[in-house]
């Protein structure tokens, strides 16, 4: 996972003079509230790591968490939709969608980009 964010947000906490839980809490909810569901999850999980009984970043990693993975699944679903369908376009940004929102390792992300692949070798006909 990337921890880029995670880092970004410690720094200019940092540099604020802001507690690195609240920053992190605050980006998180941000993140969140924008669609980054990865992103706030990770936020929310540095922010649970640094302070293990803050019930607030709890409920919020499980609700990111509970999007994330609800993202995917309705990502992985409208792209084999639009796979039968034959609107491959629509199928490949489907799919580079499940493949951004999961990681390497994980079976979705492998799927995503044999949809990919799948769907460009139809096109190329």
Do not use: C, Y
Not at 88 to 115: F, M, S
């Amino acid at each position: 996972p990337n921890r880029a964010a995670v880092k970004e947000v410690l720094d200019h906490a940092q540099q604020a003079g802001v507690k690195p839980v609240d920053a992190l809490f605050d980006e998180g909810n941000i993140a969140l509230e924008s669609g980054r569901m990865r992103e706030a999850a990770q936020l929310f999980a540095a922010a649970l790591a640094r302070d293990p009984k803050n019930e607030a970043a709890l409920r919020r990693l499980d609700e990111a968490k509970t999007r994330w993975v609800r993202a995917i699944a309705d990502h992985v679903a409208e792209a084999e939709r639009a796979f039968n369908e034959l609107r491959l376009n629509d199928a490949v940004l489907e799919w580079g969608q499940v493949a951004q929102l999961t990681d390497d390792n994980d079976p979705r992300h492998k799927a995503a980009l044999a949809g990919i692949e799948r769907a460009q070798k139809m096109m190329a006909r």
